[in-house]
């Protein structure tokens, strides 16, 4: 069975620093993961997704996110936020074996930029 | 163009009543998604549909019933709701093969059962 642990509920951080939120997962067989983003009453959004290969993945938005194997983590990480990085980040993963696109979400991290 | 819709996008009503949410993506998609967020954002999946089957139905009570009339529209029926069924669903799509596991989700139906 597959877990998501995103150990982080609310990031709070100033405006132009950078951030990094933090996503492990547990999981007996090769993954797909994900970060999904979530703006204030609206549906989710795909940030990135790392499938196979670079372990380092850009996404939209200057967004990027490394695969680690050893640590099983997938950090979200951006040099330098604005305000309208203000959401939810949810991290998935999927797993290879059922064939069928079961996607196991983190209870997700609120991160705040402030002005 | 939106790819996926959900109608309505507010969903208010009494306990006992019936409800339907509607879901429908214009992206060609052979799978479709019904996820349930709760009041502290935890998502879980319900249910999955593929090619017109149900694939996946996660401990979800009989209540919930999905219905497929076709490829492109999967609707979410509730029967007798109670107070524990507020909460938002969301509905997603995928096509296995292509970009595989990445699923397209709705705006959400926020459903508040008084």
């Known amino acids: 069975a597959q877990s998501v642990t995103q150990l982080d509920s609310q990031v709070p951080v100033f405006e132009e620093a950078p951030v990094e939120l933090r996503c492990n997962y547990s999981?007996?067989?090769?993954?797909?993961l994900f970060w999904y983003v979530q703006y204030p009453n609206q549906g989710l959004q795909l940030l990135l997704k790392y499938l196979s290969g670079s372990t380092l993945v850009k996404g939209i938005n200057g967004f990027e996110a490394e695969f680690n194997k050893s640590q099983t983590s997938f950090h979200l990480r951006k040099p330098s936020v604005h305000i309208s990085d203000t959401a939810e980040y949810f991290c998935?993963?999927?797993?290879?074996?059922?064939?069928?696109?079961?996607?196991?979400f983190g209870t997700g991290t609120r991160l705040t930029v402030i002005p | 163009d939106t790819a996926v819709s959900q109608t309505p996008k507010y969903l208010v009503t009494q306990m006992g009543n019936d409800k339907s949410i509607k879901c429908e993506q214009n992206?060609?998609?052979?799978?479709m998604y019904w996820y349930k967020q709760d009041s502290k954002k935890f998502l879980k999946i319900m249910f999955s549909?593929?090619?017109?089957?149900?694939?996946i139905n996660e401990t979800v009570p009989n209540r919930f019933s999905p219905k497929s009339p076709d490829k492109a529209h999967l609707n979410l029926h509730i029967n007798s709701l109670e107070l524990g069924d507020s909460a938002v669903y969301f509905c997603a799509s995928s096509q296995v093969g292509r970009e595989t596991d990445t699923q397209y989700f709705g705006p959400g139906t926020r459903l508040t059962v008084l």
């Open positions: 999981s007996s067989v090769s993954v797909y």
């Open positions: 549909y593929n090619n017109k089957e149900l694939i």
């Open positions: 998935a993963v999927s797993d290879l074996e059922t064939g069928a696109n079961n996607l196991f």
């Open positions: 992206l060609g998609h052979d799978t």
